[in-house]
Structure formats: structure tokens, C-alpha cells
């Protein structure tokens, strides 16, 4: 049932309550990402966070061959981490996962795409004991994510750069205030905002922190 012409019928952007990871094995369309358009074709695989507004269009009149795995990333990495390590730590971790919708070749990412083939496949045979084989296999996909995203964005305070800045405050709190603008006639919670800028409530409150301590002047200069 995977096999088809994806987006037939249909021209608006959904989302979903868990990450999104997908396989494309063949066919060519594009895969919209917030407000940007890829081209997708065979041998290459998306990841999308949560909340995040996405849509896959086949070309017209040509089939495409796609497998798909949903995956709560806060509460799996939740129950994983041990008791010793720190809250602030996972926190990170997962923010960081979150942080981005991806689509990639498989040669530009041979371990994680090798992964999420493998989860795929021990996902259709079902032995005996898979859903444990498989909690290592996502374990260790997550991690590379986080790997993957953590070198690419992640830079040292000191070496900052102004783009970083405003990935960190400014769009976060213009995701919010879009959020707002849309409901502002009904009760809002913190949680609410969080999720629709896909970080976790605690990571939001930071950033809504900073933004309340810059002055207009320093905001300004970052947008």
C-alpha cells in the first residue's frame, strides 16, 4: 500500500504527534518541508520532528515506493536514559533531534539510512523478541541523529555565529507569536507554544527568558 502516487487529490501540508522517518526506495516528486520544496527520488530517506508541516508529491502519473516509521523520540529517550545522567543533558539531546526536518541521500548518511533499513526489516519479520531488538536499533539511530545535527549546528559560545543566535531566540519566538495570533481567544499553555516550535517546555522557557532580558536594539539587530 505504499506503493503509489503520493499526493493525489491533495495540496495542503499535515503534520503529526511523532517524528516521521521515511525510506524512499524509488519513484521522484517533492517532499515539502515548512515552506521549502525537495526534490526526492529512490535511495533516500527524510526525518521530520514532530509538528513539523510537511507533504510528499509524486510526480504526476509516476509511482513511488515509500516506508515509514513513527516514533515518540521525548518519551523513548526519556525512558532510556539512566537515572544518573543529567536532566539537562537528555534535554539537550532531544532538542537537538527536534531541531530540524531533513531529507538526505543515502551515501551522504549510510549509517543512519543502514539503521533505519534494518528497523524496517526486523519490523516485517516480527520474530520472537523483535520489539527489544528493535529498541537498541532506534536507540542507536537516535543518537546518530542527535551526532549528525549536534556537529552541523552546534557551535562553542564563544564562536557563536549570527545565524546560530537566531535559530536559538528569534525563531523560536516568532513561531510562538504565529501560534498566538492564531489562538489567542483561547487558553494557552506554555506546553502548547513549546511543541509548535518543536522544543521541549523547558528548553522554551530558556529562550523566552533571553528574549525578555535583550533589549529592542539587540532583537533588532539579530533579525
Known amino acids: 500500500k505504499w506503493i503509489q502516487e503520493y499526493g493525489v487529490g491533495t495540496d495542503f501540508l499535515h503534520f503529526h504527534n511523532y517524528m516521521e522517518i521515511g525510506y524512499c526506495y524509488e519513484g521522484q516528486g517533492y517532499l515539502t518541508l515548512g515552506e521549502q520544496d525537495y526534490r526526492f527520488s529512490g535511495n533516500q530517506f527524510s526525518i521530520i520532528p514532530k509538528n513539523y508541516p510537511h507533504t510528499t508529491m509524486s510526480d504526476p502519473g509516476t509511482l ?3 516506508e515509514y516509521l513513527f516514533v515518540d ?3 523513548f529517550l526519556r525512558k532510556s536514559y539512566s537515572e544518573g545522567e543529567s536532566v539537562k543533558k537528555m534535554e539537550h539531546v532531544i532538542d537537538r533531534i527536534n531541531s530540524q526536518a531533513t531529507l538526505k541521500n543515502i551515501d551522504e548518511s549510510p549509517k543512519t539510512a543502514g539503521i ?4 524496517l526489516n526486523i519490523m516485517r519479520k516480527t520474530e520472537y ?10 536507540l542507536a539511530l537516535l543518537i546518530n541523529v542527535f551526532r549528525e545535527y ?14 546560530t543566535m537566531e535559530n536559538q ?7 510562538a507569536l504565529d501560534y498566538i495570533s492564531f489562538h489567542y481567544n483561547e487558553p494557552l499553555k506554555i506546553g502548547q507554544l513549546a511543541d509548535w516550535c518543536h522544543i521541549s517546555e523547558t528548553h522554551f522557557r530558556r529562550v523566552f527568558s533571553s528574549y ?3 533589549s529592542p536594539l539587540e532583537y533588532i539587530n539579530l533579525v
Open 212 to 214: 525578555m532580558q535583550m
Open 116 to 119: 533505519i533499513r534494518e528497523i
Open 150 to 163: 549536534d556537529t552541523e549546528n552546534i557551535e562553542p559560545d564563544e564562536q557563536r555565529t549570527r545565524e
Open 73 to 75: 523520540v521525548d518519551g
Open 129 to 138: 523478541l523483535y520489539m527489544k531488538e528493535i529498541n537498541g536499533f532506534l
Open 169 to 175: 531566540i528569534t525563531i523560536p519566538i516568532s513561531r
Open 64 to 66: 513511488s515506493r515509500w
